[in-house]
Structures are given as structure tokens and as C-alpha cells.
């Protein structure tokens, strides 16, 4: 029962490079998220999915990019890092109207960009 | 947008204490959940609380859904040495996306053997 599958867990990156971080669910979830998370401010959301194919701006979008190509994959790409995405990156997933019942989250990504 | 607030920020206890911890919104939500995260890993869901009043327990975690709505509190009884890690509210913003959580920004919990 694997759930929730973030790659890679550790990643240091130099300012202007690019990255993607891949999540993975194999509960058949229709909702898939990213997060990111700072030290004293939560987990703040950064783009969002309700389907195979759509994608959805959240509350801190900027300097990302999203994909959701098949149901079970989402996505999240930096285009050009920047120090300020040094941060801890969690996916989580739901059914469709249970969000009730909370998410299921991943292990996290940390990503280090200097 | 949207926030929570949480309190306190962190708590350093011994084991064996109660310990009690806080979430407000100056809206009105009809969903409310408790989180913990452990070092290294994921927010796990604790408890979820969907009626004004409610009150529900796991185990020795006791938490409370606001009469109105606009509050949750969580209690730990007689804290253990892996009761650390850092707890977040959260709660169901229908106003956003369907189904989207906005967090408390934590209240991490040490506790002392």
C-alpha cells in the first residue's frame, strides 16, 4: 500500500536551474494538491488538480508549473529556481467530495536552491 | 486570504502533562480537522469534526468543534514521548477549490521524558 509517492525526497539546486518534482497515488484519487511548507507559516497551497487534465492555481502559484497528464501523476515544475523555493514540497490526494475527510499526504520533498 | 490561527506556536512539557491547543478563524467553517506531523514525514489526520458543539475522541486526543463555528480546540492527556511533532487545524474552504484545506501554521509540541 503505497499511497502517496513523492520523488526525489532530497534535492539541491542552483539559482536558474530547472526541476520537476513528481507525486504518485495509487488509490485512484480524483484531487491531487501541492503544498509547500516554511518554517512558521503552515502548508500553503501552491496548485491544485480535480481531474486528469486540469490544473488549478492555489494561493502561491508563482514560479511554477503543473501537470496532470494521467489520473494517478501530478506534476510540479520549476522553471527557473529561485533561493525564496527553498522549502519542503508535500502532495497530498483525495476523492472527489471527501475532502471531508482529510488528505493523504506524501513523505515531502525537501529542495535546497542556492 | 483566508487564515487560521493557531496557538500557541510551541509547547515544551514533561510527560505525563495535559497539553491543549487552539485554532480561530474570523470566518465561519463547517469542516474542521486536526493534523500531526512527525520530523521528516507527511501530515497524518488525527481527528475531522463536521457539527457546531461536537465533540470527538482518539484515544487520549480530545477535540472540540466551536459552537460558532469559527473555532476547534485539541487536547492531549497525559502526554508520551512520541506525542511530538507539530499539530495543525485545518479546514474545508469551499469557497476555493472543492475539497481545499487551508492550514493553521502549527503548533509544535517537545515534550520531555
New interface residues.
Given amino acids: 500500500n503505497a499511497g502517496v509517492t513523492q520523488t526525489p525526497k532530497f534535492r539541491v539546486l542552483k539559482t536558474g536551474q530547472s526541476m520537476t518534482l513528481l507525486c504518485a497515488q495509487d488509490m485512484n484519487h480524483e484531487y491531487m494538491y501541492w503544498y509547500r511548507q516554511d518554517p512558521g507559516m503552515g502548508l500553503r497551497l501552491i496548485h491544485y488538480s480535480v481531474g486528469e487534465g486540469t490544473t488549478a492555481k492555489g494561493e502561491v502559484p508563482d514560479g511554477y508549473n503543473v501537470s496532470r497528464l494521467k489520473k494517478q501523476n501530478f506534476l510540479l515544475g520549476l522553471e527557473s529556481a529561485a533561493p525564496s523555493q527553498t522549502s519542503v514540497y508535500f502532495c497530498a490526494s483525495s476523492f472527489r467530495g471527501q475532502g471531508t475527510n482529510g488528505y493523504t499526504f506524501g513523505s515531502g520533498t525537501r529542495l535546497t536552491v542556492v | 486570504?483566508q487564515q487560521l490561527n493557531?496557538s500557541p506556536?510551541s509547547m515544551f512539557i514533561q510527560e505525563g502533562e495535559d497539553v491543549s491547543m487552539n485554532c480561530t478563524s474570523s470566518s465561519i467553517f463547517n469542516?474542521w480537522?486536526w493534523?500531526k506531523q512527525e520530523p521528516?514525514?507527511?501530515?497524518?489526520?488525527l481527528i475531522?469534526l463536521?457539527k457546531a458543539g461536537e465533540l470527538t475522541s482518539n484515544g487520549r486526543l480530545t477535540a472540540q468543534f466551536g459552537i460558532t463555528r469559527k473555532d476547534s480546540f485539541l487536547n492531549i492527556s497525559a502526554s508520551i514521548p512520541s506525542d511530538v511533532g507539530i499539530y495543525?487545524c485545518?479546514v474545508?474552504n469551499y469557497g476555493?477549490?472543492?475539497?481545499?484545506?487551508i492550514?493553521?501554521?502549527?503548533t509544535k509540541l517537545s515534550v520531555k521524558p
Fill in positions: 486570504g493557531q506556536q469542516t480537522l493534523y521528516g514525514e507527511g501530515p497524518v489526520l475531522a463536521y495543525f485545518a474545508l476555493g477549490s472543492q475539497g481545499n484545506l492550514f493553521g501554521k502549527g
